[in-house]
């Protein structure tokens, strides 16, 4: 697999994560449960949600993970020495990310039970 299409489907696979961390926190802090109080661990979320709403700060954090990542993309392919950083970094961002989401989910799960 040549480094382009390597990069491309590990950003790939980190925008559907991101998507679905997304999708996971807006369903735990919106779903409403008897038994269980949720709140968004990031600080930084937290902030942007009560200073303009969940939808929009999802937008703003989504737009600029993507810029970013276009950015990380052009920087590996123009730079041969910095590809490997950003191949394991970005590998390391996917890891995190699924673990976010399979912690989400967990609690979507718990509190609609």
């Not at 920087?75 to 041969?80: F, G, T």
Request: hydrophobic share 50%; charged share 10%.
């Amino acid at each position: 697999m040549g480094a382009s299409r390597l990069l491309l489907t590990i950003f790939g696979v980190l925008s559907l994560l991101i998507l679905g961390d997304f999708v996971s926190t807006y369903l735990c802090l919106t779903v409403p449960s008897e038994n269980y109080t949720t709140r968004e661990a990031n600080p930084v979320s937290a902030w942007m949600f009560n200073l303009m709403g969940m939808i929009p700060a999802f937008a703003l954090q989504g737009t600029l993970k993507g810029i970013g990542m276009v950015i990380l993309y052009r920087l590996a392919m123009r730079r041969p020495h910095t590809y490997k950083l950003v191949a394991w970094g970005m590998s390391g961002a996917v890891v995190v990310t699924l673990l976010v989401n399979l912690n989400n989910w967990r609690i979507v799960y718990v509190i609609t039970q």
